[in-house]
């Protein structure tokens, strides 16, 4: 019997790019999945004759850019389409919310249902792709060896340091704040339309298994 290395439980996307970057590293591994396809919530299906899309998910928003290039998903046939429309939020009255790519866009169409939130979308989506812009730096790096930290574990802790202060005295009070926070409470200081609240809070629980109320989500 084979000698191994590693051996990846299920043969979702996780799995996959795990399984991937070990055999990359020249390790030795074997994926084990119980169904007959791969790329669990990722795997197509063929959801109407002639129709094949994944049928859980429909968003990859999460997936960094370094993973496709270091796996060349490119080369694979990869590509990754960015729809000007990013959310639509149908309304009982008939009239839905929708949120594109621009900011501005979106402000204008919310004017619609609220001027409180027409005014004040902007500011709160440059408040929140500054925090999130530090925080995909925090979970893109690689926590520092805390029995034996090396010269590049120093570099990666200044580079972070650096990160932080770049977000200024407030933005970097606001993070640590926001941070353990609810995404109900965090969207509900920058917006006041419940409708409004619920569609940018129901975006940070998207396969999370948590809801809108619970702690932390801002942070996702």
Excluded: C
């Amino acid at each position: 019997m084979a000698t191994l290395d590693a051996v990846v439980i299920g043969a979702g996307h996780n799995g996959l790019v795990a399984a991937a970057y070990l055999a990359k590293a020249g390790r030795k591994v074997v994926v084990l999945e119980r169904r007959d396809v791969a790329g669990g919530i990722l795997a197509n299906s063929e959801l109407e004759p002639g129709v094949h899309a994944p049928s859980l998910v429909h968003t990859v928003g999460r997936l960094r850019p370094s993973v496709v290039k270091d796996l060349k998903l490119g080369a694979h046939g990869l590509e990754l389409l960015e729809p000007d429309v990013r959310v639509f939020a149908p309304q009982l009255g008939g009239e839905g919310i929708t949120f594109y790519a621009d900011p501005a866009r979106t402000a204008a169409g919310l004017r619609s249902i609220s001027d409180a939130d027409a005014a004040g979308y902007e500011a709160f989506d440059r408040k929140v792709r500054a925090l999130s812009s530090f925080l995909a730096h925090v979970n893109a790096a690689v926590p520092p060896d805390i029995k034996g930290p090396s010269f590049a574990d120093a570099v990666a802790g200044l580079k972070l340091g650096r990160a932080f202060k770049g977000l200024g005295a407030k933005p970097g009070r606001e993070l640590t704040r926001a941070i353990p926070m609810a995404i109900a409470d965090f969207a509900r200081e920058g917006l006041t339309h419940d409708a409004v609240v619920g569609a940018v809070a129901s975006r940070a629980i998207l396969f999370t298994g948590m809801g809108v109320w619970s702690a932390g989500t801002a942070f996702v």
